[in-house]
């Protein structure tokens, strides 16, 4: 009973085996018999790919239907520093830094403060007035909503950890437009992390320097109402009206004292804090502009005629086999037989 039983087994066994391998012959047979169908319909995926990307080399950018793609870069370093405020700046934007992608918990950082400046509407809405782009990619419906939606898949930025370094490109068909939207983000971005006072130093250093000017011109100014006071004493004196005099002359030339001593006080200040500047690192640094490329970035023609060439050949594979299979269902008169109508 066990040899019958082991004797069965292994001719199931045998049986499948063959039955795999006539498989095996069967589909390569379907494939050798519509070969010519797969040779051609892959052929003309090629050359049908290879037409397509000559032809949008040859047309001008604006009517191509596939033009090249620049996309220009500019870089900053942007220092992380507990004191420059970024938490305290996010924190109080909140949900809109979250909605932007900009994760505050855990300690906000200056690098994720630029990330939210580059996306808010603001800086944006700047970009889109300044290049005119509501009118340049011809939005009607909804305009502010839609050019920003159109800028954001557009406009990139980028932050590396290691090196510190924060990357801002701009992707489009002309490349002297991409290199001026780049540089004109960085000088927006600049200008919000002043205006914002994340760098304390820049902040102090700029106050300083205000504060420096209009002393300087109230010590200009008391000088001169002293020039006037002298020269009005000399041309028109009057022994009544000299105790007066004597007594403007004294306060003025009391204030200009109190003025030039504010005065040295700041100098010295605004010296000081340069030095402590020029021991430190700036929290937003400006490393490169972005240039004009004289390389494309995309889009990539030979991926596009591989990938269309290979969809070719699946597709013919594919045709070659379904072909097949209703020629069988055709002479298999029980298959044709369901098809049929009942009458």
Do not use: H
């Not at 012959?25 to 070969?35: G, H, S």
């Not at 080399?57 to 870069?73: A, D, V, W």
């Not at 500047?277 to 937003?284: G, I, Q, T, W």
């Amino acid at each position: 009973m066990e040899n019958n039983a082991l004797n069965t087994e292994n001719s199931v066994v045998t049986q499948n085996s063959k039955d795999e391998e006539i498989s095996l012959i069967d589909l390569f047979a379907v494939l050798w018999q519509r070969k010519w169908l797969i040779i051609i319909m892959t052929g003309l995926g090629a050359v049908l790919s290879l037409v397509i990307s000559i032809l949008s080399l040859l047309l001008p950018p604006e009517k191509s239907f596939m033009p090249n793609k620049y996309t220009p870069k500019a870089q900053m370093l942007i220092t992380e520093d507990s004191s420059s405020g970024a938490s305290s700046m996010l924190g109080s934007l909140g949900g809109l830094a979250s909605m932007a992608g900009v994760n505050v918990g855990g300690g906000a950082t200056n690098s994720a403060l630029a990330g939210y400046l580059v996306n808010s509407n603001t800086i944006q809405d700047n970009i889109i007035d300044r290049f005119n782009f509501i009118e340049e990619w011809e939005i009607e419906k909804s305009p502010k909503a839609e050019s920003r939606k159109a800028l954001k898949e557009k406009l990139k930025s980028n932050f590396d950890e290691d090196t510190g370094v924060f990357t801002i490109s701009f992707e489009d068909k002309d490349p002297v437009l991409a290199r001026d939207v780049v540089n004109f983000t960085v000088d927006l971005l600049e200008q919000r992390f002043n205006e914002l006072g994340v760098d304390k130093n820049k902040l102090q250093k700029q106050n300083l320097e205000d504060n420096i000017n209009n002393t300087y011109s109230g010590i200009l100014d008391l000088q001169k109402q002293i020039r006037d006071i002298e020269y009005s004493v000399s041309n028109v004196y009057s022994a009544k009206g000299a105790p007066s005099i004597m007594m403007d002359t004294s306060m003025v030339k009391m204030e200009l004292a109190v003025q030039e001593e504010i005065y040295k006080q700041l100098k010295s200040q605004y010296e000081m804090l340069k030095v402590t500047m020029a021991s430190e690192k700036p929290v937003f640094q400006i490393l490169e502009y972005a240039e004009i490329p004289d390389q494309k970035s995309g889009p990539s023609r030979g991926k596009l005629c591989i990938i269309i060439t290979f969809a070719a050949g699946f597709l013919s594979v594919f045709l070659a086999f379904l072909l097949n299979a209703l020629k069988n269902i055709k002479n298999d008169p029980d298959a044709v037989s369901k098809f049929k109508k009942e009458k």
